[in-house]
């Protein structure tokens, strides 16, 4: 019989989940189903428990219910205990485990992917909500030399550095946290955004001088073109660019292999994702 999985969310049309799945699934020869559901904001649980009861093996959680996922679950692992977030429910009778494969998505496609290695480099972290506590464990055990978290409200970034300098990961480094106006003066080889501020083409106050020669810049958002952090970049020279796809396309990797056993070359799915 055919397992099915689902992208649940609100909403959920636009989700390229479903696309991704169908040729993960005819690369690796998994005979599964995965659709989309359509969840109203107040019933998340009962339409989760809904498809567990018609046979339902999985979903992948987008927005806005990522928190609700990890309170939902009975266990939990490591990294959706750190994000206090999950985007990857299995399911195993009436159980339901959480995980959260965002972080690992970031780092392979920032290592493997576009060959940045993240070992000994200064990083910075733009933002401080769900998406970079979701990435934060992961980050921190690609060991960086230095990792610093910016938001627009630094009692944020400070509480969030707080709570993950008692990581083991973070023994042997620096983190810690500040507002947009500490950054001047401050410069990184790598810079991530993990703010909303590409879906509302609004940037934070962001210094001219924030990149070292050979930095990357990469933002979780994609779309078509630019997006407004990027375009920032670039007009200050900045020639490495990624947006957030090859992370869309590592995290549902990892979603796979947690429900198959296998995993999935991402490399054709990204060429085809690129291509449409």
């Given at each position: 019989?055919?397992?099915?999985?689902?992208?649940?969310?609100?909403?959920?049309?636009?989700?390229?989940?479903?696309?991704?799945?169908?040729?993960?699934?005819?690369?690796?020869?998994?005979?599964?189903?995965?659709?989309?559901?359509?969840?109203?904001?107040?019933?998340?649980?009962?339409?989760?428990?809904?498809?567990?009861?018609?046979?339902?093996?999985?979903?992948?959680?987008?927005?806005?219910?990522?928190?609700?996922?990890?309170?939902?679950?009975?266990?939990?692992?490591?990294?959706?205990?750190?994000?206090?977030?999950?985007?990857?429910?299995?399911?195993?009778?009436?159980?339901?485990?959480?995980?959260?494969?965002?972080?690992?998505?970031?780092?392979?496609?920032?290592?493997?992917?576009?060959?940045?290695?993240?070992?000994?480099?200064?990083?910075?972290?733009?933002?401080?909500?769900?998406?970079?506590?979701?990435?934060?464990?992961?980050?921190?055990?690609?060991?960086?030399?230095?990792?610093?978290?910016?938001?627009?409200?630094?009692?944020?970034?400070?509480?969030?550095?707080?709570?993950?300098?008692?990581?083991?990961?973070?023994?042997?480094?620096?983190?810690?946290?500040?507002?947009?106006?500490?950054?001047?003066?401050?410069r990184f080889e790598l810079v991530?955004?993990?703010?909303?501020?590409?879906?509302?083409?609004?940037?934070?106050?962001?210094?001219?001088?924030?990149?070292?020669?050979?930095?990357?810049?990469?933002?979780?958002?994609?779309?078509?073109?630019?997006?407004?952090?990027?375009?920032?970049?670039?007009?200050?020279?900045?020639?490495?660019?990624?947006?957030?796809?090859?992370?869309?396309?590592?995290?549902?990797?990892?979603?796979?292999?947690?429900?198959?056993?296998?995993?999935?070359?991402?490399?054709?799915?990204?060429?085809?994702?690129?291509?449409?």
């Amino acid at each position: 019989m055919t397992d099915r999985y689902a992208v649940i969310g609100h909403p959920v049309a636009h989700s390229q989940s479903p696309g991704i799945h169908a040729m993960f699934a005819a690369q690796t020869g998994e005979d599964i189903a995965y659709g989309r559901l359509l969840a109203p904001v107040d019933g998340f649980a009962e339409w989760v428990k809904a498809f567990i009861a018609e046979g339902g093996r999985g979903v992948n959680v987008t927005l806005p219910f990522k928190l609700e996922a990890y309170e939902l679950a009975d266990e939990v692992s490591e990294r959706a205990r750190q994000a206090r977030a999950a985007n990857t429910l299995s399911f195993s009778g009436k159980k339901i485990s959480a995980d959260n494969t965002d972080g690992i998505g970031l780092v392979r496609d920032i290592e493997i992917n576009l060959e940045f290695e993240l070992k000994n480099k200064r990083v910075l972290l733009m933002g401080a909500g769900g998406a970079a506590r979701g990435v934060l464990l992961p980050l921190l055990e690609a060991r960086p030399a230095r990792l610093i978290i910016a938001n627009r409200t630094v009692e944020r970034a400070i509480q969030l550095a707080r709570s993950v300098r008692r990581q083991p990961a973070a023994a042997h480094m620096e983190v810690s946290a500040c507002a947009f106006d500490d950054l001047p003066g401050q410069r990184f080889e790598l810079v991530i955004n993990a703010t909303s501020s590409s879906l509302s083409d609004e940037l934070p106050p962001l210094p001219d001088d924030l990149f070292v020669a050979g930095a990357l810049a990469y933002d979780m958002m994609y779309g078509k073109g630019l997006t407004s952090f990027l375009a920032y970049a670039e007009a200050r020279n900045v020639e490495r660019l990624a947006d957030g796809l090859g992370m869309l396309v590592e995290q549902a990797a990892e979603s796979f292999m947690i429900w198959r056993g296998v995993r999935p070359d991402t490399q054709p799915v990204m060429l085809a994702l690129r291509k449409s």
